[in-house]
């Protein structure tokens, strides 16, 4: 199993949105409805933020959304606030009980 | 509210095993609406899930340490364990415990740094 591929860095102005890709391949992304996307601020444990591809936990704010097409699922963060400055991974089932991280995406809200 | 707490030694000598236990409040561990889970970060880089636990006690592991890994659940006292063995350096990381409910690791504990040196 490979880590899925992320950007290592992303960036936008308090307001624009932005998009977080994770590529993986047939066997992981690209076989199942079941990438999660989870942020990590320094020194804190992740949240999940996405499930099921699409799919925002009680108490996630609706400007956080996710999206597949094919191997390659996405994050999108509409109206971005200073908070969001974080560390974004997506996680993918990859079959078998197996899990596969991304490697991160730093994002910096300029 | 379901809540997970890491305990367990901060230093490990090289060629020991590391061990260390997760306690769920909240809910039981033993309810099928739940599996559990280990996942690590090395100091500046990125999550590795190192395996899994379900209710009915099957575990799964990251092929890449599957030899190295065991995860146990101890029901009476609400707790899963990990055990890692022959660490060495590489395997200095902060370790999350962590719970599924809707096929992604909805709660996580606090995490827990675990450094290999002798």
């Known amino acids: 199993q490979s880590a899925l591929t992320q950007p290592a860095s992303v960036s936008g102005s308090p307001g624009q949105s932005i998009t977080i890709s994770c590529t993986g391949t047939?066997?992981?992304?690209?076989?199942?409805?079941?990438v999660s996307w989870y942020q990590q601020h320094p020194g804190k444990a992740p949240k999940l933020m996405i499930y099921?591809?699409?799919k925002r936990p009680s108490g996630v704010s609706n400007r956080f959304s996710g999206s597949k097409s094919g191997n390659t699922a996405s994050l999108t963060i509409s109206g971005l606030q200073a908070e969001d400055e974080a560390d974004y991974y997506c996680?993918?089932?990859?079959?078998?009980?197996?899990?596969?991280f991304g490697g991160g995406t730093k994002l910096t809200v300029l | 509210q379901l809540q997970l707490q890491e305990s367990g030694p901060g230093l490990v000598k090289p060629s020991e095993t590391l061990s260390l236990t997760c306690t769920v409040s909240?809910?039981?561990?033993?309810?099928?609406?739940?599996?559990w889970g280990w996942i690590r970060q090395p100091p500046g880089k990125g999550l590795e899930w190192i395996g899994s636990?379900?209710?009915?006690?099957?575990?799964y592991y990251n092929p890449s340490l599957k030899s190295r890994v065991t995860i146990s659940v101890d029901t009476s006292k609400n707790q899963f364990s990990l055990k890692l063995s022959s660490v060495t350096a590489a395997d200095t990381a902060v370790y999350y415990c962590?719970?599924?409910?809707?096929?992604?690791?909805?709660?996580w504990g606090q995490g827990t740094m675990v450094t290999v040196s002798s």
């Open positions: 962590a719970g599924t409910i809707n096929d992604a690791f909805d709660i």
């Open positions: 909240g809910g039981s561990i033993s309810s099928s609406s739940y599996y």
């Open positions: 636990i379900y209710y009915s006690g099957s575990t």
């Open positions: 047939s066997s992981d992304v690209g076989s199942y409805n079941l």
């Open positions: 099921e591809g699409s």
């Open positions: 996680c993918s089932y990859a079959g078998s009980s197996f899990w596969v």
